[in-house]
């Protein structure tokens, strides 16, 4: 596709759950960053994979957020034992130069821990 | 860590006026952004300031880069209907990016 593509666009879980949250970059892009947006807020950044590699992961909030990208395009962001907190939209965005102030996001997936 | 201070949270303009918004830090940058947040979108770039002082247009919107380097401002300028929004800046020292909490434009035709 021609954007940043993001799967499913709504979730709805309950409280405990494990959940996956998709995204397509835009092809070549070899840079791709996650970004969770609460709200009333701006995004917040999470982590960020140049390839396959996780480049920069200091903005996971704990333990239960684990994100892979295993053939270096399609990332997938994990959720183990949800909790009411975490529900945000969940923005992903991929840019062909390794910067993010050059990315491009995606739709975002609206995560609900209920 | 760094923090944004973007004001104001909110605003109600006529269709027609111009629209003036700013964002303020603890630390200084080295890069700031203009987005523009639709409902359900992701955000979109409007304007990436390199240097301190810069002055950049992109059609109605001016966005500048302050002197200080802990401060930018965004003007729109005859405002429209689908100029309604969310704006957010971000700013840039070293990575990640670090966003403010938004401005909500809403225009009265």
């Known amino acids: 596709g021609a954007g940043v593509s993001q799967t499913p666009s709504n979730k709805v879980t309950e409280k405990g759950k494990y959940v996956e949250l998709r995204c397509d970059p835009i092809?070549?892009?070899?840079?791709l960053y996650w970004y969770r947006q609460s709200l009333g807020q701006g995004p917040e950044f999470l982590i960020y994979?140049?390839?396959?590699?996780?480049?920069?992961d200091s903005g996971l909030p704990n333990d239960r957020f684990f994100a892979v990208r295993p053939e270096g395009s399609v990332s997938t962001l994990k959720i183990q034992r949800t909790e009411r907190g975490d529900s945000a939209v969940y923005l992903c965005?991929?840019?062909?130069?390794?910067?993010?102030?050059?990315?491009?996001f995606g739709q975002g997936t609206r995560l609900t821990v209920v | 860590g760094q923090q944004l201070n973007q004001s104001p949270q909110s605003m109600f303009i006529q269709e027609g006026e111009d629209v003036s918004m700013n964002c303020t830090s603890s630390?200084?940058?080295?890069?700031w952004l203009w987005y523009k947040q639709d409902p359900g979108e992701g955000p979109v770039l409007l304007i990436a300031?390199?240097?301190?002082?810069e002055l950049t247009s992109n059609g109605r919107l001016t966005a500048q880069f302050g002197i200080t380097r802990k401060d930018s401002f965004l003007n729109i300028s005859a405002s429209i209907p689908s100029d309604v929004g969310i704006y957010f800046c971000?700013?840039?020292?070293?990575?990640?990016?670090?966003f403010g909490k938004g401005t909500r434009l809403s225009v009265i035709a």
């Open positions: 971000a700013g840039q020292l070293t990575t990640p990016l670090v």
């Open positions: 092809s070549g892009h070899t840079a």
């Open positions: 300031l390199y240097k301190a002082g």
């Open positions: 965005a991929s840019s062909v130069t390794g910067r993010d102030t050059e990315a491009f």
């Open positions: 630390s200084i940058f080295n890069t």
């Open positions: 994979f140049q390839g396959t590699g996780a480049a920069d």
